[in-house]
């Protein structure tokens, strides 16, 4: 059984810094495209970063510069490293696994349970 868990959610203050992590086990995704997505309360899920099997990156405009993808295929883990967070980067982050494009962005096959980021101001 495939299993996405994140950690590294929580509180922190505008300006503030936080390393979000996502653990999976049931197979291995060194080959596949790893994510984030995110989703603030009344609104929908938005595409917020991916990596490649090559380490090749991109970015929600509105994360650009101050978060950064990152992963370890040897851990078969992922991670969002988030600076200068603001109040409107409060959310649910999901990891996701193997992406695919989309008309409208990308989705995934493989989803974690979510985490929850809250930055007050």
């Known amino acids: 059984q495939v299993q996405l868990v994140e950690s590294g959610g929580g509180l922190v203050q505008a300006g503030g810094s936080l390393r979000l992590s996502c653990a999976a086990s049931?197979?291995?995704?060194?080959?596949?495209?790893l994510g984030w997505f995110r989703q603030a309360p009344g609104k929908e899920r938005e595409f917020v970063a991916r990596i490649n099997w090559r380490g090749s990156k991109d970015y929600a405009d509105s994360v650009k510069g101050r978060f950064t993808i990152s992963r370890d295929n040897a851990k078969n883990t992922g991670y969002l490293q988030m600076n200068s967070l603001k109040p409107e980067d409060t959310a649910v982050y999901y990891c996701?696994?193997?992406?695919?494009?989309?008309?409208?962005?990308?989705?995934?096959?493989?989803w974690g349970q979510g985490t929850q980021v809250t930055v007050s101001s």
């Open positions: 996701a696994a193997d992406l695919t494009p989309t008309a409208s962005g990308y989705d995934a096959n493989y």
């Open positions: 049931g197979r291995t995704f060194s080959s596949k495209p």
